[in-house]
């Protein structure tokens, strides 16, 4: 029998020589001495070795349980408001809570098998060959997967025009803008060509496209829905949420997707309870306190001012009481924050090549190595916005290390606490989900200062509560007089109170 110890093996990793050795050495400040390298390369290449044994080890991944092809690129005609990046038909199981219902899961989400883009250049190419837990439980339940929706470039803008397969229309108009990042997701619920939708949102990207749509849209409580298999943006801030047509569907969409996943995102607790969010759903609020948060109302466009208010009288008649509060924290907490997003944001997708570390649970490596090759050979692809972000960002880094993000991070603690104690005092808290209504799209003769500004100027009342981790759902709350766009009402709860959030949207829906 031939002896496979004896046997050549293609390398996994190449060894280094002494010239890299001393390059790498004066670069990260080690300052060597040069008689010594041959003495560190040596220890360096036993180190080397264990990377080969591990190589050899299987290495568990997320399941893939139901039958797909590809699918394909649809074409222009086919593709309404262009809002589709991949398309495909995926059916799950025969039984469940979402039997019957047509589901587009946004391209930040893996989906084994179909092409993923992230809504950049750099990602193009990419196949998964897993499928994210939330792709998992959807098709579990019954449901039916339709495609890839497109999103922002990298996800990091709150418009609908970075993306690299061209911008996503408003379904309402479709000169304007449909939000993002979750732009597809969005669109294509609000024009009714799906059911139900995923969206991910880490500064307000499911609410923002959900108000300017006219839909439901969640973002649940951090860590109650599991991250598993989506693409990181900053570990303290990511959220997957469902988005609907109705409050109902939108409940019944995180009864499906919620839940531990086994310690596979570190960013759940064991023992988290996931109760019958669509039998807690009622007209009645009675014994319910409303908080009107009077600076999520500043410098706000007069209709929707208008409008958002008038919706509040709602609550009263479904017997809560309402009342205005004030919080002047809210005016400043989004922007004191900031850095731990941009920041946050840079080291992961861009320093690190796009992964977050030092963590347990699963890590997409296939999607890590992808983005990392793509990052290296095509950076200049990238969006303006991630431009303007990544070289404020390498110039803090540089000059600053990470003391401004460490400060956020911890400077986060108080002003979550700052809405706790407001959330003591009322069970909801009610404002505006963005302060204006859908912008027309940018053209191409608009400045560049004009483009960054237009991806995240609308993000005041909803990127805190990424920070904070609070529940908040979008829900629509009637439209402009003369242009008939869609405005947006955002309810913020306490948190794990996902289930009282949406039944103060569903108290409201059912009143129009």
Same mark, same amino acid.
């Given at each position: 029998?031939?002896?496979?110890?004896?046997?050549?093996? *293609?390398?996994?990793?190449?060894?280094?020589?002494?010239?890299?050795?001393?390059?790498?050495?004066?670069?990260?400040?080690?300052?060597?001495? &040069?008689?010594?390298?041959?003495?560190?390369?040596?220890?360096?290449?036993?180190?080397?070795?264990?990377?080969?044994?591990?190589?050899?080890? &299987?290495?568990?991944?997320?399941?893939?349980?139901?039958?797909?092809?590809?699918?394909?690129?649809?074409?222009?005609?086919?593709? &309404?408001?262009?809002? /589709?990046? /991949?398309?495909?038909?995926?059916?799950?199981?025969?039984?469940?809570?979402?039997?019957?219902?047509?589901?587009?899961?946004?391209?930040?989400?893996?989906?084994?098998?179909?092409?993923?883009?992230?809504?950049?250049?750099?990602?193009?190419?990419?196949?998964?060959?897993?499928?994210?837990? @939330?792709?998992?439980?959807?098709?579990?339940?019954?449901?039916?997967?339709?495609?890839?929706?497109?999103?922002?470039?990298?996800?990091?803008?709150?418009?609908?025009?970075?993306?690299?397969?061209?911008?996503?229309?408003?379904?309402?108009?479709?000169?304007?803008?449909?939000?993002?990042?979750?732009?597809?997701?969005?669109?294509?619920?609000?024009?009714?060509?799906?059911?139900?939708?995923?969206?991910?949102?880490?500064?307000?990207?499911?609410?923002?496209?959900?108000? /300017?749509?006219?839909?439901?849209?969640?973002? &649940?409580?951090?860590?109650?829905?599991?991250?598993?298999?989506?693409?990181?943006?900053?570990?303290?801030?990511?959220?997957?949420?469902?988005?609907?047509?109705?409050?109902?569907?939108?409940?019944?969409?995180?009864?499906?997707?919620?839940?531990?996943?086994?310690?596979?995102?570190?960013?759940?607790?064991?023992?988290?309870?996931?109760?019958?969010?669509?039998?807690?759903?009622?007209?009645?609020?009675?014994?319910?306190?409303?908080?009107?948060?009077?600076?999520?109302?500043?410098?706000?466009?007069?209709?929707?001012?208008?409008?958002?208010?008038?919706?509040?009288?709602?609550?009263?008649?479904?017997?809560?009481? @309402?009342?205005?509060?004030?919080?002047?924290?809210?005016?400043?907490?989004?922007?004191?924050?900031?850095?731990?997003?941009?920041?946050? *944001?840079?080291?992961?997708?861009?320093?690190?090549?796009?992964?977050?570390?030092?963590?347990?649970?699963?890590?997409?490596?296939?999607?890590?190595?992808? /983005?990392?090759?793509?990052?290296?050979?095509?950076?200049?692809?990238?969006?303006?916005?991630?431009?303007?972000? *990544?070289?404020?960002?390498?110039?803090?880094?540089?000059?600053?290390?990470?003391?401004?993000?460490?400060?956020?991070?911890?400077?986060?603690?108080?002003?979550?606490?700052?809405?706790?104690?407001?959330?003591?005092?009322?069970?909801?808290?009610?404002?505006?989900?963005?302060?204006?209504?859908?912008?027309?799209?940018?053209?191409?003769?608009? *400045?560049?200062?004009?483009?960054?500004?237009?991806?995240?100027?609308?993000?005041?009342?909803?990127?805190?509560?990424?920070?904070?981790?609070?529940?908040? @759902?979008?829900?629509?709350?009637?439209?402009?007089?003369?242009?008939?766009?869609?405005?947006?009402?955002?309810?913020?709860?306490?948190?794990?109170?996902?289930?009282?959030?949406?039944?103060?949207?569903?108290?409201?829906?059912?009143?129009?």
């Amino acid at each position: 029998m031939h002896n496979m110890e004896k046997t050549y093996y *293609s390398p996994q990793v190449q060894k280094p020589n002494c010239e890299i050795l001393k390059k790498l050495s004066s670069n990260i400040g080690l300052e060597i001495d &040069p008689g010594q390298i041959e003495d560190y390369k040596d220890v360096i290449d036993g180190f080397i070795d264990n990377y080969s044994v591990l190589n050899d080890f &299987p290495e568990p991944t997320l399941p893939v349980k139901y039958p797909r092809t590809p699918g394909h690129r649809p074409a222009p005609i086919d593709n &309404p408001y262009n809002a /589709w990046y /991949w398309q495909t038909d995926i059916i799950g199981a025969t039984e469940g809570l979402l039997k019957g219902k047509t589901v587009g899961i946004k391209d930040n989400v893996a989906v084994a098998g179909v092409p993923m883009m992230n809504g950049t250049k750099i990602l193009e190419g990419y196949t998964p060959e897993f499928d994210a837990t @939330v792709v998992t439980r959807i098709l579990d339940e019954g449901g039916r997967i339709l495609g890839k929706t497109a999103c922002e470039d990298m996800c990091f803008s709150a418009n609908s025009f970075t993306c690299s397969t061209g911008p996503v229309r408003n379904p309402n108009d479709e000169t304007r803008a449909s939000g993002g990042s979750s732009s597809g997701s969005a669109a294509l619920v609000a024009g009714g060509h799906i059911d139900l939708a995923i969206g991910g949102d880490q500064a307000g990207s499911v609410r923002v496209p959900s108000s /300017w749509c006219g839909i439901v849209g969640l973002k &649940p409580t951090y860590g109650l829905v599991p991250y598993t298999g989506a693409m990181p943006m900053e570990f303290t801030v990511d959220h997957l949420g469902p988005m609907a047509k109705t409050v109902f569907d939108c409940a019944l969409m995180l009864e499906a997707i919620a839940g531990y996943d086994d310690g596979l995102d570190p960013r759940q607790h064991p023992g988290m309870e996931v109760p019958k969010y669509t039998q807690m759903l009622s007209k009645d609020l009675t014994g319910l306190k409303v908080g009107i948060l009077q600076e999520g109302f500043s410098d706000c466009d007069v209709e929707v001012d208008k409008c958002v208010k008038e919706a509040v009288n709602k609550f009263a008649k479904a017997g809560a009481v @309402v009342e205005e509060v004030s919080m002047p924290l809210h005016v400043k907490a989004g922007q004191a924050l900031g850095p731990a997003l941009f920041e946050g *944001s840079y080291l992961t997708m861009i320093h690190d090549l796009g992964s977050a570390i030092n963590y347990n649970g699963f890590y997409p490596n296939s999607m890590i190595n992808a /983005w990392a090759k793509g990052l290296q050979s095509r950076a200049q692809d990238c969006s303006v916005v991630v431009k303007a972000v *990544s070289l404020m960002c390498a110039y803090m880094r540089k000059n600053y290390h990470q003391k401004f993000y460490g400060k956020a991070q911890n400077v986060k603690r108080y002003i979550r606490q700052q809405y706790n104690e407001v959330l003591q005092k009322y069970d909801v808290l009610v404002m505006p989900t963005v302060k204006f209504p859908a912008p027309l799209l940018p053209e191409k003769s608009d *400045s560049l200062k004009d483009l960054i500004e237009g991806a995240m100027n609308m993000i005041a009342n909803t990127a805190v509560f990424n920070q904070t981790g609070h529940p908040a @759902v979008s829900v629509n709350a009637g439209y402009t007089e003369e242009t008939k766009l869609p405005i947006g009402m955002q309810i913020v709860g306490r948190h794990f109170d996902d289930a009282l959030v949406l039944k103060c949207a569903y108290a409201l829906e059912q009143q129009f």
